[in-house]
């Protein structure tokens, strides 16, 4: 979900040429995880067609009397964002697997038509859900104090406890292949029992049009899945599917080995902070 924490910043490394042994022995490690992440993405999905996508397709339906300004916009662009998000996820066949670290995370890939490709990690981490959801959306605009991606986040709106619209850009710094990117978005959260959900979508505004020296990102509908553990409350799967067209000039197969590699530093350096809490 998060276009802001995306870390842009990455290199790219070409991997040299294995021996067909080696190449077994990985193939029988891939899989392996593989089974392990199906059975606990078969918890999650169940979770979100339970609790959560039907909510989303019964408020689609409703018809929502708008308050002031276009609170009602910035309110439905953010649900249908979520609602968008959610479904992609909730479809298991078609993801492969690009990378696997020795902590478990894992990121896999799937081509949507309309989307492009789009990356869907998994990861444990060290804290509850109320305090990632703190820190990834309440206390967003502190986001550049911990995480080095990022060079400023602002709220321009809040539309109510669930809904935002934030600016961010990303850090320019000498290893960014990608260069620097802004991005306008509406981020909405919802709470569901053990799970909190973060989605958004960019969003145009005649108020806040590109800005000089930077190129305007964005981002198809994406979203982060925080679910506490059953074993450990104080522990969360962190669900996150990226979703995103950096615009520009770079070729697709920088870009696609990029995003990934920004999802696993965008992770590590949240860990960092948790640690330090």
Same mark, same amino acid.
């Given at each position: 979900? @998060?276009? $802001? ?6 290199? !790219?490394?070409?991997? *040299?040429?294995?021996?067909?042994? +080696? @190449? ?9 995880q593989e089974i392990t992440q199906l ?17 989303y397709n019964e408020v689609k339906q409703e018809a929502?009397?708008?308050?002031? +300004?276009?609170? &009602?916009?910035?309110?439905? *662009?953010?649900?249908? $964002?979520?609602?968008?998000? /959610?479904?992609?996820?909730? =479809? ?19 081509? !949507? ?22 820190? &990834? ?14 060079? *400023?986040?602002?709220?321009?709106? *809040?539309? +109510? ?64 899945? /925080?679910?506490?553990?059953?074993? =450990? ?7 996150? @599917? ?16 990029? &995003? ?18």
């Amino acid at each position: 979900m @998060l276009r $802001a924490v995306v870390k842009l910043c990455c290199g !790219i490394s070409y991997p *040299h040429v294995r021996s067909m042994a +080696g @190449l077994q022995r990985r193939a029988v490690a891939v899989i392996g995880q593989e089974i392990t992440q199906l059975q606990q993405w078969e918890q999650i999905q169940q979770h979100i067609r339970t609790h959560v996508a039907l909510n989303y397709n019964e408020v689609k339906q409703e018809a929502v009397k708008p308050t002031t +300004g276009n609170q &009602l916009y910035y309110e439905q *662009h953010g649900r249908e $964002a979520m609602r968008k998000a /959610l479904s992609m996820l909730e =479809d298991k066949d078609g993801w492969k697997v690009e990378m696997t670290e020795s902590n478990g995370d894992v990121i896999c890939s799937k081509v !949507i038509p309309g989307a492009g490709k789009v990356f869907r990690m998994e990861a444990v981490l060290e804290a509850s859900v109320e305090e990632l959801y703190d820190i &990834l959306y309440v206390r967003v605009q502190e986001m550049p104090q911990w995480n080095p991606s990022i060079q *400023h986040i602002e709220v321009l709106k *809040h539309v +109510g406890p669930e809904t935002i619209v934030t600016h961010e850009v990303s850090a320019g710094t000498a290893a960014n292949l990608i260069g620097q990117r802004d991005f306008v978005s509406v981020r909405h959260s919802c709470k569901q029992k053990s799970c909190i959900y973060l989605g958004g979508a960019a969003i145009q505004l005649e108020s806040f049009p590109p800005q000089a020296g930077f190129v305007r990102a964005e981002d198809g509908p994406t979203c982060i899945v /925080l679910q506490a553990l059953d074993e =450990d409350k104080t522990k969360s799967r962190f669900t996150w @599917l990226l979703n995103m067209d950096v615009k520009g000039w770079l070729p697709k197969s920088i870009v696609n080995q990029a &995003l990934p590699r920004a999802q696993l530093d965008f992770t590590r350096h949240l860990r960092r902070h948790l640690a330090v809490r």
